[in-house]
């Protein structure tokens, strides 16, 4: 007999977000599986190693994709 498997345990708990600012890969975030827009936006405002690209720029634009990346147009 072959053993069962349990399709819940296959998958992480949390993934790494590619992290682009103006189409530039700048770092990477791990988060949870599945979280929401507010969640990443919270995770990158408080990740120093992500902020200090911002220089006081203004973001004019998100993308996301979930469980794989985000862009933020400056």
């Known amino acids: ?13 949390t993934v790494k977000l590619a ?3 103006n189409g530039k890969f700048r770092s990477e975030l791990e ?6 827009e ?3 936006k919270n995770a990158i405002f408080s990740s ?4 200090k690209w911002f220089h006081g720029s203004d973001i004019k634009k ?4 979930k469980n794989r990346l985000v862009n933020i147009v400056l």
């Open 1 to 13: 007999n072959w053993p069962i498997y349990k399709k819940e345990l296959l998958e992480d708990e």
């Open 38 to 40: 507010t969640d990443i």
């Open 48 to 51: 120093e190693n992500i902020k």
């Open 62 to 65: 998100w993308v996301i994709i």
């Open 19 to 21: 992290v682009q600012i």
């Open 31 to 36: 988060i949870k599986r599945d979280a929401s």
